[in-house]
């Protein structure tokens, strides 16, 4: 595998349901990026891992929890989510400044 | 409010013309400028950057330019074909790092054989 992985591709699931999201990045970076986009509407950037370490969550509401292991791997825990979380959320990885973001397909998400 | 906006969301052009993206931003204290392409069932592939103390960058087929006064850039891609339609989004961050990305809403580019 190279690049940025994510899985899976496509998650349908309830308000009820607890799921997680998975990236895994091939690349050596060491920062790591959760985004979201809803239809028609610019990415949001939730959540930013340095090192491993969180240094920013862009008031992203608690039903999402980030995880990041190490600097290869980062989580998104999701819990009792709202139908307009609807969305692709997609996962991207970087070296040192000013250096560019590399993302992954992204996660389809529906939520019933 | 947004900081970065793209607003042509869609754009057509002929096969071998120039196709030209455009690209506003309101933040004074951007410095850093990327231009992504994205594919359907895809995410975006970076496609190029400029620094704000250059005013053109090139590469190949793509070049960006950058008018701080007006706070503008656009991406030129010359010749255009047909394998470059796709989404492109503007981004802009500051203190020199792409760490803090803000994203336009993109604009379709649609290149007609």
């Known amino acids: 595998e190279t690049g940025v992985t994510q899985t899976p591709r496509h998650l349908v699931m309830g308000m009820t349901n607890k799921k997680s999201l998975k990236c895994e990045q091939h690349l050596g970076h060491n920062a790591m990026y959760w985004y979201k986009q809803s239809a028609k509407k610019p990415l949001e950037l939730m959540f930013v891992y340095n090192f491993k370490e969180q240094t920013e969550n862009n008031s992203v509401p608690s039903r999402f929890s980030p995880e990041c292991p190490n600097s290869s791997h980062l989580f998104l825990h999701l819990h009792t989510l709202q139908p307009e979380d609807s969305a692709l959320y997609l996962c991207a990885s970087s070296q040192e400044r000013p250096e560019a973001q590399y993302f992954g397909p992204g996660t389809r998400l529906l939520v019933l | 409010d947004q900081q970065v906006k793209q607003n042509s969301p869609s754009l057509s052009v002929q096969e071998g013309r120039i196709s030209i993206l455009n690209c506003d931003y309101t933040n004074s204290m951007f410095d850093y400028f990327l231009w992504y392409k994205k594919y359907p069932a895809e995410g975006p592939t970076f496609l190029i950057s400029?620094?704000?103390?250059?005013d053109k960058n090139e590469d190949g087929r793509f070049t960006v330019f950058l008018n701080k006064s007006a706070k503008h850039l656009s991406l030129h891609i010359v010749p255009s074909q047909p394998g470059d339609s796709a989404v492109y989004f503007c981004?802009?961050?500051?203190?020199?790092?792409?760490?803090?990305?803000?994203f336009g809403s993109g604009t379709q580019l649609t290149v007609l054989p």
């Open positions: 981004a802009a961050s500051y203190g020199g790092s792409a760490r803090q990305l803000t």
């Open positions: 400029i620094s704000s103390i250059k």
